[in-house]
């Protein structure tokens, strides 16, 4: 089955510097790509996603990536700010399957230093 | 965006006795409902995936007779947890997708989850 490979699992930064996010995927019939911010205690959000008709999705201080020849997406969060510290996760799913099943990477845990 | 709502947020409960979750979609009609798992410092696991009006798919480990999920209507599915033990105690999730507006868009709206605690 489907498998996500997230890295790195811890990433501190100072404000105001640059933080990215790498994952790789398994299966080439994977075509949607949503980022998740989990805060403590707190059910994941969506921050960003991307299809795979398009190579780049910007969002203000989010962008992220996606590279199909070689199955990697990347979040890349600019001008970080305290506020961004939380736990990111990827995700990959197959639109056209009916179940819509959504598997996540193992998870990043950000920590913007003020 | 969309709504899911989970309750209880947080239960705690004696080893043997059964807790039931649920998950509603407040604003929108959901035919897919997913549960997750989520241990402390790691990822969401899926255990099942809830269909209206059909049974469950789970995923493999995942006990059916350990983790009841129910999808009675559009809006709502629950899981419950059986004889639960104190190994059971974990953060519950739940997402749902929109089986109408917002199917191509692919987006699942999540809970903000149930901390189970099995004393």
């Known amino acids: 089955g489907e498998n996500v490979e997230q890295h790195p699992s811890t990433l501190s930064v100072q404000e105001g510097d640059s933080a990215v996010i790498k994952c790789t995927y398994s299966?080439?019939?994977?075509?949607?790509f949503p980022w998740y911010k989990q805060e403590l205690g707190k059910g994941p959000q969506l921050i960003i996603d991307?299809?795979?008709?398009?190579g780049e999705k910007k969002d203000q201080r989010i962008a992220v990536t996606l590279n199909k020849t070689a199955k990697h997406f990347s979040l890349h969060i600019t001008e970080t700010q305290p506020e961004d510290s939380a736990v990111y996760f990827c995700a990959a799913r197959k639109l056209s399957s009916n179940t819509g099943k959504l598997i996540f990477g193992q998870g990043t845990t950000l920590q913007v230093k003020p | 965006g969309a709504v899911v709502s989970q309750h209880p947020s947080w239960v705690i409960c004696k080893s043997g006795t059964s807790v039931k979750i649920e998950c509603r979609s407040l604003d929108f009609q959901a035919t897919t409902m997913f549960w997750y798992r989520q241990f402390p410092k790691q990822s969401l696991m899926l255990m099942a995936t809830?269909?209206?009006?059909?049974?469950?798919?789970?995923e493999q480990g995942v006990e059916k007779d350990k983790f009841l999920i129910n999808h009675a209507s559009l809006t709502l599915s629950t899981l419950t947890v059986t004889s639960a033990h104190p190994e059971d105690s974990s953060f519950y999730i739940c997402?749902?997708?929109?089986?109408?507006?917002?199917?191509?868009?692919?987006?699942?709206?999540f809970g903000e989850g149930s901390r189970l605690t099995v004393l």
């Open positions: 997402s749902a997708r929109d089986g109408f507006g917002l199917a191509v868009s692919g987006e699942l709206f």
């Open positions: 809830s269909n209206e009006g059909s049974k469950a798919t789970y």
């Open positions: 299966d080439s019939a994977s075509n949607y």
């Open positions: 991307i299809r795979s008709n398009v």
